[in-house]
């Protein structure tokens, strides 16, 4: 699910990523150590999450709502953000890419958004060059 940003949140966004997330990160495993802490200070667990896209690692499918309950430990989120979720009397890992929050708060929704438009950059440099 693409989101348009007007070039005040873009700006906004980067800014945020930059200073507070990425900073001082000289390779991809400090970029995920520094997302790590940024999503797990600002997302307020437990929350509502719904599917928007389907995943092969993954069960959901798109509309399936579901309970995040927390974080996975550190080293597994070391190629990607995932979310801890019950489903069905189960509780397991998630992409956060795969889930938008349903009903949250500020921070929360900010914070996946942040993580959303992050994965998303190298799509949005592409479509630019065409």
Same mark, same amino acid.
Not at 78 to 98: D, E, H, R
């Given at each position: ?46 929350? !509502?999450?719904?599917? /928007? $896209? ?9 509309? *399936? #709502?579901? =309970? ?39 921070? !929360?929704?900010?914070? /996946? $958004? ?9 799509? *949005? #440099?592409? =479509?630019?060059?065409?």
């Amino acid at each position: 699910m693409k989101h348009h940003y007007t070039e005040e949140e873009r700006s906004e966004r980067d800014e945020r990523i930059a200073m507070e997330i990425v900073v001082d990160s000289y390779d991809e495993e400090e970029q995920m150590l520094g997302w790590q802490a940024y999503l797990s200070q600002k997302l307020h667990f437990p929350f !509502t999450a719904r599917c /928007i $896209e389907q995943r092969a690692i993954s069960p959901l499918k798109v509309g *399936d #709502e579901v =309970e995040a309950v927390g974080m996975p430990l550190d080293e597994e989120c070391v190629s990607g953000m995932f979310v801890l979720i019950k489903w069905q009397g189960i509780q397991f890992g998630v992409p956060l890419i795969q889930l938008e929050g349903v009903k949250v708060d500020k921070k !929360t929704q900010q914070a /996946i $958004e942040d993580w959303h438009y992050w994965v998303n950059q190298d799509d *949005d #440099e592409e =479509e630019e060059e065409f």
